[in-house]
C-alpha cells in the first residue's frame, strides 16, 4: 500500500520556521519525484517545491525561492521541507505528493497524495 504521510505543521509566528516532512512508503522512493503542494482557504491549490532524485533536480514556486528549502533522506524514504522567514501568507494547509518518472511536479498529474498538515502562520 503506498502511503505518503505529512507532519510538522502547526502554528508559528510571522518569521518564524518549521519543518515538515513527507515519509514515504509503497513504492520505490528513488523512482518518483516528490513534491510540496499547499491549498489556502478559498484559493486554488499550488505548487511549492518538488524533488527528483533520479533527474538530481529541486525546483521553487518563486513565491518561497529563499526561504523554503527543500531535501531528502533516500535512507528513510522521507522528504524534509525546511520552511523560514515565515509569513501569514504562507498558511494553508501542506500536501505532499508523488510522481513517477518525472522530472518536474505537475498537480494535475500526481500519482499519489498524502492527507495534508496545516500550517498557520500568525501576523
Known amino acids: 500500500e503506498v502511503q505518503l504521510v505529512e507532519s510538522g505543521g502547526g502554528l508559528v509566528q510571522s518569521g518564524g520556521s518549521l519543518r515538515l516532512s513527507c515519509a514515504t512508503s509503497?513504492?520505490?522512493?528513488?523512482?518518483?519525484?516528490i513534491g510540496w503542494f499547499r491549498q489556502a482557504p478559498g484559493k486554488e491549490r499550488e505548487g511549492v517545491s518538488c524533488?527528483?532524485?533520479?533527474?538530481?533536480?529541486?525546483s521553487y514556486a518563486d513565491s518561497v525561492k529563499g526561504r523554503f528549502t527543500l531535501f531528502s533522506d533516500n535512507a528513510k524514504n522521507t522528504v524534509y521541507l525546511q520552511m523560514n522567514s515565515l509569513k501569514p501568507e504562507d498558511t494553508a494547509v501542506y500536501y505532499c505528493?508523488?510522481?513517477?518518472?518525472?522530472?518536474?511536479?505537475?498537480?494535475?498529474?500526481?500519482?499519489?497524495w498524502g492527507k495534508g498538515t496545516l500550517v498557520t502562520v500568525s501576523s
Open positions: 505528493a508523488a510522481i513517477r518518472g518525472e522530472r518536474f511536479c505537475p498537480g494535475y498529474a500526481m500519482d499519489y
Open positions: 509503497g513504492f520505490t522512493f528513488d523512482d518518483y519525484a
Open positions: 524533488i527528483s532524485t533520479s533527474f538530481g533536480s529541486i
